[in-house]
């Protein structure tokens, strides 16, 4: 990119596409040139682990999948070579190109530019370039690939043996002042260190590894779960210490670290590799890229946004998504670009349409009355399932089943190059059946459904063993056995393949309104965003008020004056003439499917049917009422939300009282709710603040079992330190005791605590202790859930349809959720997920039809004897128990009809079916379980 003029609406980008050296078009990425290129060097992608050519591929799944020709190619440095224009047989090879510049015209700009790993060579303490054997958490990503420099292998650069014992170390690059390193707080290296010692145990189950930290920041979602499972494993130890990485053995390269403990003083460890878990920076180059957009970066070299909207850069019309606001984990950077997308909607909803183009499928075979002939194609997964399962066997033992007429593996099925692949080898074999032994059929099975259809024949024709999660993940100890039971699997889906049966899909139409339910920032955000694109929006809102918990919170972190933020946001939502807002709301009855819901509400405004073709949830969440510590009991303990409206109100009391005592996590991280709040230590570092503000010789203590600053907030935590907050870590074991004393003749309230660093117990008198109260499910979230046809998670609040890849979307089509009703979130995060949210709904509202499954139930009304089984089961709501001449029957309605089989497996005369999931198919299945060669007797 090289300039950048123009103002919202009317962006003229100059750009220059460098030249590949390669007419893509003829490429076929038989990738010959490749092997008879004589430059060799340090693979850029692999983290310069391995080697590479001046001509390649960038990656195993690089979109063209076609070779470039970099920099380093002896014909472009030197005039000489040019060996790979002559092995090309299909004269792709052109060094004629040139750059090209082009200008385009734009309305608005995303800026999706990432982030980058901290490079540990900024700091000497690491030794990483000068010691073989540490490696950043980068490096071992890579060597954990399958496509990485060992083909999934992890080995130690020194002697290329396997590691037995591993250490990470926290915070590399983050967290720190010192010169070279930042502040905050990366947000992912926790998780993805305890990731790395699961993996490594998958490889070496004998393997033992010391993950190193300060605090263990897993305040995402089902994180704290995550955590506890890596504690479980055997051999696997976590030590909270700062580390020096002191020496390396000149003879083994083994690396010395020195860790101090609490019982047993400064310890010196030997480890074979030492891993670094790296810290996320700004994207490389960033302030030209900055001069070039005209956009402001924040002190931390990242883009800066306005706290109320971080979506939005300080150039309107130019919005940012992903790492480039700061670091981020993978949900976050999925529904911010969906949120930077619905942005640009509101800008653009004018040109909607314009320049979209039609899908045109190739026309459907009949092949219903020919033999079938079945392709099989195995996937490695990666190392994901070749690690465990011989894939090269099980593709030999599936030319040796009925009807299977070819078979091959793949590195990645769901690559372009594969799917393509799949496509273009079903056509030439004349396949009538597809088979991908692979993952989960909930994440993929969509797409290989689609690549059928591009070969021509039905979508239905497809079945997908899961050979991942039903296999390799849950035996990796057992690779013979894993291998046996891929080729069971493959083989009940070959024998249901023979008898699949072609289905049609049908069309249906789309209300182009939306309904949120919930009124606090999260509805209200989603509503007008949603609004400014066109539709009507229903906004229903329980209190007879807009605001939600919001309206108990009166400044973020940051600084941001949420009262304000509040009013501006109502105000908009009132003067927005497209969004009805219903307070005093209680939904009596959901019915429907995606793209026509009726919802029936009664309100302030009286009863009300609703006709809507999605639906937001967005009912937020509550505060633990804590029943420990004497809440309740004493007017001087608090939580945190009245502690922050205390201080608004100028609480003196409060304010001016000598000492105060901060409780974090109570309520949750423990057996009734094994779930991280989230916000709670962020909230406490505020109010603290806030405290010391107004009165700088107020004591503060804030008993912590891991601080979660996570992001940004990490520089007002060390503000807080140097504040003079004091910060007292504490066991789960050890949990404070409180009660309420006389000390010299003043009512105090003292804190017992255990402070494991000093070894000995601490007494704290305070005038006031605050408790960080756990976020709970709203009371209704059940009822919601039971309405809508959704589910919840484990911690009882909604749960997506995948964590990470779909976080604002259910299972249930046409069915949306954000904010605190998906998990504890600060209002930055709140806004960018309802922005997200509205962006998926407009996916869904903008067209006139959406496409039903053809995999649904029906009745046979003749063995149909209306007993009402069916009905009393179906949580779609798809079964109605009619009169009819003969009798009380059940009747379908397809498009309710989700296919879950429950009135199927109910029905006790076998009136229903399930189409695509028939007993013939089954049975077969069933049947293929055990070899025909293997007799088995019943008593």
Known sequence: MDRVAGEVGDFKVTLTKKPRYIIEDKCSGCTTCVEYCPVVYPDVYNQEISKNKAVHVYFAQAIPLVTYIDESCLYLKEDK?????????????????????????????????????FDPRLSKEYHYGEFANVVTGMDFERLLCATGPYGGEILRASDLKHPHKIAWLSCVGSRRVTEGENSYCSMVCC?????????????????????????????????????????????????????SIVREDPVTKNVFVRYSTPDEGVKEEEFDMVVLSVGLAPPLEVKAMAEKFGIELNEHNFCKVDPRNSLQTSRPGIFVSGGFQGPLDIPESVFGASGAGSQCGELLDYRRGNLSRERVYPEEKDVSGEEPRIAVFVCHCGANIGRIVNVPEVVEYALTLPNVVYAQEQLFSCATNSAQEITDMTREKGINRVIVAACSPRTLENLFRDTV?????????????????????????EKEEATQKAKDLLRMSVARARRLQALQEFDLPVNNNALIVGGGVAGMVCALSIAEQGHEVYLLEKEKELGGNARRIHTTLEGMDVQAYLKDLIQKVYGNQLIHVYTGATITEATGYIGNFVTRVTSERGPAEIKHGAAVIAIGAEEYKPTEYLYGQDERVMTQLELEEKIARGDEAVINGESLVMIQCVGCRNEDRNYCSRICCSHAVKNALKLKEKNPAKDIYILFR???????????????????VKFIRYEPETAPEVEAVVEEGKPVLRVSVLDPILGQGLALDADHLVLSAAVL???????????????????????????????????????????????????????????????????????????????????DEKRCMGCGACASVCTYGAIEMRETKQGRKATMNPVLCKGDGLCNAMCPTGAISLRHYTEDELLAQIDAIVPEQVSVEVD
């Open 81 to 117: 070579c040019r060996i790979c224009e002559a092995v090309c047989k299909q004269d792709a090879i052109d060094f004629s190109q040139v750059p090209e510049q082009m200008e385009v015209n734009v309305g608005a700009i995303i800026l999706s530019a990432g982030l980058e790993p």
């Open 191 to 243: 998780t993805y260190s305890q990731k790395h010692a699961i993996l490594t145990k998958d490889h070496d189950p004998d393997a033992e590894c010391t993950i190193f930290h300060n605090d263990v920041r897993s305040y995402g979602k089902d994180f704290e779960r995550y955590v506890d499972r890596t504690e479980a494993l055997p051999g696997i130890r976590f030590i909270r210490s700062y580390v």
């Open 453 to 477: 259809r591009e070969a021509g024949i039905n979508q239905y024709y497809y079945e997908m063993p899961n050979i991942r999660e039903h296999n390799s993940w849950v035996h990796a100890k």
């Open 706 to 724: 891991d601080m979660r600053t996570y992001g940004f907030a990490e520089d007002y935590y060390r503000q807080a330190s140097e504040n003079d």
């Open 777 to 859: 499910p709203s009371e209704a979230t059940r009822e919601v859930a039971n309405q809508f046809k959704v589910t919840l998670s484990l911690d009882g609040f909604f749960k997506e349809a995948h964590v990470k890849l779909r976080p604002v979307e259910f299972a249930t089509d046409g069915v949306f959720l954000c904010g605190l009703a998906q998990y504890p979130k600060h209002i930055n995060e709140t806004i960018n997920q309802a922005y997200g949210a509205a962006g998926r709904v407009i996916t869904l509202l903008s067209r006139d039809t959406v496409t039903a499954s053809g995999s649904v139930c029906e009745v």
